[in-house]
């Protein structure tokens, strides 16, 4: 009886996968957010979030959640990246870290990128980030909308909802 149930704990935990980190995030239900695009790979995950009425090609506002799995990098060096990429299609495109900090053990940037137009297309776009570093994986979030500055009621309340968030085991 004994070697019955220590060979079933055995089973059990080779053939468990392991729980992994996922940020929840409380996206407001005044949007009536729906998943416009879900990309997963065995080393990251992206899903793309906008109002139920919209598409991809037509949004008001969008948000993203990107999980790099297993990946730890310096918070301060983010920034810089995503601004450098958003720079090749928005040579106005302009940075402003608003805060860092650590919740939980867990370290955070709270960051803008804004841009009044891009080569391709004069309409503006600006971006709220969140990036969080977990134990085992690199979150990074924003919600965009289509205007060359986000408000300060805006950044307010994104900023809210964004530090709300929590790293939980899946």
């Known amino acids: 009886m004994i070697v019955a149930f220590m060979m079933l704990v055995f089973v059990s935990n080779v053939i468990a996968q392991p729980k992994q980190e996922v940020l929840k995030i409380f996206w407001p239900k005044e949007y009536n957010w729906k998943i416009a695009s879900n990309q997963q790979s065995a080393t990251q995950q992206m899903v793309e979030l906008i109002p139920g009425n919209q598409t991809l090609q037509n949004w008001s506002i969008i948000g993203s959640m990107l999980v790099l799995k297993n990946a730890r990098r310096p918070l301060a060096a983010i920034p810089p990246v995503l601004l450098a990429a958003m720079q090749k299609r928005a040579k106005s495109a302009k940075l402003l870290v608003i805060e860092q900090s650590q919740t939980n053990g867990y370290n955070w940037i709270l960051f803008k990128i804004q841009a009044s137009g891009f080569k391709d297309s004069p309409k503006p776009e600006s971006q709220l980030y969140y990036v969080m570093q977990g134990r085992s994986a690199l979150f990074i979030n924003f919600v965009a909308v289509k205007e060359a500055m986000l408000s300060p009621l805006f950044l307010e309340k994104w900023a809210v909802i ?8 899946q």
């Open 162 to 169: 964004f530090k709300q968030s929590k790293i939980t085991l």
